[in-house]
């Protein structure tokens, strides 16, 4: 699949071990493929600044109805509680990108116990 491809290419270029993982049908809309790159870019480039650490995992899923990707790392992580405004452009960047294509957006992490981003798109 050519996300997957381009994300763990942008992710070694960026000095990370990827461990990247496609599921399901691997064609999407251009708008969501557009989404996922930019989305993947920018998960990416936040586990490269601040997860400390080098390893991380890519799961992209196509079902019938719906994308979902997860993108997870075992770093460092942050105190984080769904419940108050997410703390960076950069996520809040991510959430908006995802909600104008209906989307949902989740973000879990643990100091000590790393960060997993996971969207999920309509189809």
């Known amino acids: ?45 936040n586990c490269k600044k601040h997860s400390q650490t080098t390893h991380v995992s890519l799961f992209l899923n196509r079902s019938i109805d719906s994308v979902t990707m997860t993108i997870q790392d075992r770093g460092c992580g942050f105190y984080y509680d769904e419940s108050f405004e997410l703390p960076s452009f950069g996520l809040k960047n991510m959430k908006a990108r995802t909600e104008a294509l209906n989307g949902t957006f989740h973000i879990k992490s643990e100091p000590g116990k790393g960060t997993k981003i996971q969207i999920q798109i309509p189809i």
């Open 1 to 45: 699949n050519e996300i997957l491809i381009a994300l763990s290419s942008y992710a070694e270029m960026l000095g990370l071990t990827i461990d990247a993982k496609l599921t399901g049908m691997s064609s999407f809309r251009e708008k969501i493929e557009e989404t996922l790159w930019r989305i993947g870019q920018e998960a990416l480039g």
